[in-house]
């Protein structure tokens, strides 16, 4: 799994994770409890699975010239 996510991306997600959780409280939603952690996974990974599958990469490192 090789990052593909840069800071700015991981600020916008992890912002996006604490709306989703105090969503998720206020609400009572499981379905929005669940989303917020898989979004703070993917900041504190920096990994996202669609950009993964599209071939995107925000991330400044170059992955391309490391031996897997």
């Not at 994770?17 to 009572?28: K, M, R, T």
């Not at 669940?34 to 996974?41: E, G, K, N, P, R």
Request: contains cysteine; proline residues 3%; hydrophobic residues 50%.
């Amino acid at each position: 799994m090789h990052k593909n996510i840069g800071t700015t991306d991981r600020l916008i997600r992890l912002a996006i994770a604490i709306a989703l959780l105090i969503y998720a409280w206020w609400a009572g939603s499981w379905i929005a409890l669940a989303f917020s952690l898989f979004t703070f996974y993917e900041a504190l990974a920096s990994w996202c699975v669609f950009y993964q599958l599209i071939g995107k990469s925000s991330c400044p490192i170059d992955n391309s010239n490391k031996k897997p």
